[in-house]
């Protein structure tokens, strides 16, 4: 931004100084109960805030000279004032802006927040400190009129609506961006989104069977109706069906289209109204159920969305254990937004960051804000730990679970679990009126939250004791539609070897910094978010996890220790699963397998040289066996530094790779 520019617009702009709100922060941290917070405040800290509103105005002044701001992400540690700093820095604007009403230009500020009943809290809190009301939140339990959109200093919505305004956008429908960002005082200058944004891409896909289910019903008079839609729809079954290897070669992933797009897309807004008004329950189960109805008719509408999607967007194949599917994405963030600022707790770790590259930058904050060395992190080892897995074994794990926990800590402790939803459904289930898994616990208080549903959330602040029980693994899809979605779709050679940059395997890298992401924030929803000192330390907590026995899980101990310094990382002896000494049965082809790795030098050998050479009838079970990382053959040959290199795209050969 031209210099000149910018200093002629911070002096007709009503501009917080970072100074003052530094200052004013450091009041509103430090004054005790109802006058302020009652924390304990530190020179790092009023650093932090200072940081923070010097960014907010450099923001909001190259907001107002018409220049697209990069994304500015900010890692203030979790518990340093990030929220109640925004709420402050709102309310002092909207002081400001009527302190210099004629003389100087009001800034109008948007505000993101995860979760409905934070947006709530935030218009609280900020009015609260204005002493009268600035803010109005506009989500749906509470939408604001126009008229209090055009007059609202400040205005707070989720990330879901956040993320909905790209949508309407992306159909030239900016009514609903407009009243958002058109005030009283012209067009708001400062977005501030609270915590990373949950969401951020939307993903299509469509199983070749939902395809066949949803041909299926459609009724001949629709097929009349609207011939073109119904045979696209058609076509993209057929396409799905050409990808389905006949011999089961791996063929994981492969690219359709391309940036280019299919040509000709009609519009499906008609398929899915004549399609929504059918019977299902009817037709399918030959009875009447509403859920039923419901259910298959969610099912249907997803399908044609879907298709939609990635007819209008890049496309590619993808085959995931039995299912094989359509897939596509784009990115759901409107990135003209004015003025972003981004308070991530996780930034470091977040990899979507990253794929931002020139659109974003990351100013410094304080790395000492912060001391975790009253928090004991207890360690212990483990595999099955995805969600399929846990919801088979939870019944016979928990009663180790119980005794694991109940001889580490005392009876008087408050302990959340983080585990997977199927999990939660069986762990928190009273069976004949009996007690549920978690009411037998010995201890003064557990709760339990499920992944995807504790990020950002306040619920369990009171606890002393976190439970990580099972990792939110992601699909290979999962990291390929934010790649494509933010880089540009990708042809069959990255999809095979998906490097970028630095990285030789960027999937891999993605998916195993989003899992530190969530641990991180599952981990921080107990008590050790709270400073109680200057130095920035917190109560004492114990957590306990679970961890991969792979490179994975040494990824995820040294982004927690990265994001959570001083930490006392100690190794919890503790088995989620009774040891069982697994061989592969002498003389069988695993055995024969390990063997013929064992002989060999370093280097790869092919699937098929395999097969070849230990005269084995068919490939496919073996397959199945060396993508299962807790098969004892897949360990056994991991001893040996041997791993598994499955084919990605059609033609693509499988192979074994031993280290040297």
């Not at 650093?47 to 203030?76: C, D, H, K, Y």
């Not at 599917?325 to 991530?344: C, E, F, R, T």
């Not at 470091?348 to 990253?354: K, S, T």
């Amino acid at each position: 931004m031209n210099d000149t520019i910018a200093l002629r617009e911070q002096h007709t702009l009503a501009l917080v100084c970072p100074h003052e709100f530094s200052q004013r922060m450091h009041r509103h941290w430090t004054l005790p109960c109802p006058e302020g917070l009652g924390q304990h405040s530190s020179s790092a800290l009023v650093t932090l805030w200072r940081i923070m509103g010097e960014n907010f105005q450099i923001a909001t002044v190259e907001a107002a000279t018409g220049v697209q701001s990069p994304w500015r992400i900010l890692q203030p540690p979790t518990g340093t004032g990030k929220t109640q700093g925004t709420c402050v820095y709102a309310a002092m604007q909207a002081e400001f802006n009527r302190e210099t009403e004629g003389a100087l230009s009001p800034v109008g500020m948007l505000i993101v927040t995860r979760l409905k009943e934070d947006a709530d809290n935030i218009r609280n809190t900020i009015n609260t400190i204005a002493s009268r009301a600035v803010a109005v939140v506009h989500h749906s339990g509470s939408y604001a009129t126009p008229q209090q959109l055009h007059d609202s200093d400040v205005v707070i919505i989720t990330h879901t609506a956040f993320i909905n305004v790209k949508r309407d956008t992306k159909s030239l429908d900016w009514k609903s961006w407009d009243h958002l960002m058109s005030w009283r005082g012209g067009q708001r200058l400062l977005t501030i989104i609270d915590e990373a944004l949950a969401n951020v891409v939307d993903e299509s896909s469509a199983t070749i069977e939902n395809l066949a289910f949803v041909i299926s019903q459609i009724p001949p008079e629709v097929r009349s109706a609207l011939p073109k839609q119904v045979a696209l729809l058609e076509q993209v079954h057929r396409v799905l069906q050409a990808y389905i290897d006949p011999d089961e070669l791996d063929c994981a992933m492969s690219m359709i289209w391309g940036d280019e797009r299919a040509p000709g897309a009609p519009d499906f807004a008609p398929l899915l109204s004549a399609m929504s008004a059918l019977p299902y329950d009817r037709i399918v189960y030959a009875r009447s159920n509403t859920k039923d109805r419901i259910r298959l008719a969610e099912r249907v509408a997803e399908t044609i969305t879907a298709v939609q999607s990635c007819l209008e967007q890049f496309a590619y194949y993808a085959k995931s254990g039995k299912w094989h599917s359509i897939n596509s994405a784009a990115l759901a963030v409107p990135l003209n937004a004015p003025g972003p600022v981004v308070l991530d707790a996780t930034a470091r770790a977040n990899f979507l960051w990253d794929l931002f590259e020139e659109k974003h930058e990351r100013p410094v904050v304080p790395a000492h804000a912060r001391d975790y060395s009253s928090v004991r992190l207890h360690v212990a080892r483990g595999s099955g730990l995805g969600k399929n897995t846990m919801a088979e074994r939870i019944g016979e794990r928990m009663p180790r679970i119980k005794k694991g926990l109940e001889e580490a800590i005392g009876p008087d402790r408050s302990v959340f679990m983080c585990v997977h939803k199927d999990v939660e459904d069986v762990i928190t289930k009273k069976p004949n009126n009996a007690k549920s898994w978690v009411e037998k616990l010995n201890f003064k208080e557990c709760s339990v939250g499920h992944w995807n549903a504790v990020d950002g959330r306040n619920t369990w602040q009171d606890c002393d004791t976190a439970v990580i029980l099972g990792l939110p693994y992601l699909p290979q899809t999962w990291s390929t539609n934010m790649f494509c979605a933010l880089q540009g779709a990708q042809d069959d050679k990255w999809l095979q070897s998906p490097e970028w940059k630095q990285f030789k395997n960027v999937r891999k890298e993605m998916e195993q910094r989003q899992m530190s992401v969530s641990v991180i924030q599952a981990i921080n929803r107990i008590c050790c978010r709270r400073v109680v000192d200057a130095e920035g330390h917190c109560p004492p907590a114990d957590i306990f996890i679970v961890l991969p026995k792979d490179a994975m899980g040494d990824a995820v101990l040294d982004d927690i220790k990265a994001d959570m310094p001083g930490i006392d990382v100690r190794p919890w002896d503790f088995a989620l699963d009774h040891a069982k000494e697994k061989k592969p049965r002498g003389g069988s082809s695993h055995a024969r397998l390990i063997a013929y790795m064992a002989k060999l030098n370093a280097g790869s050998v092919s699937l098929s040289a395999v097969q070849h050479d230990l005269q084995l009838n068919s490939v496919k079970k073996l397959r199945e066996t060396l993508n299962n990382g807790e098969h004892p053959t897949t360990q056994a040959l991991r001893d040996l530094g041997v791993s598994y290199i499955p084919g990605v795209g059609r033609g693509s050969k499988s192979f074994l790779l031993k280290a040297a």
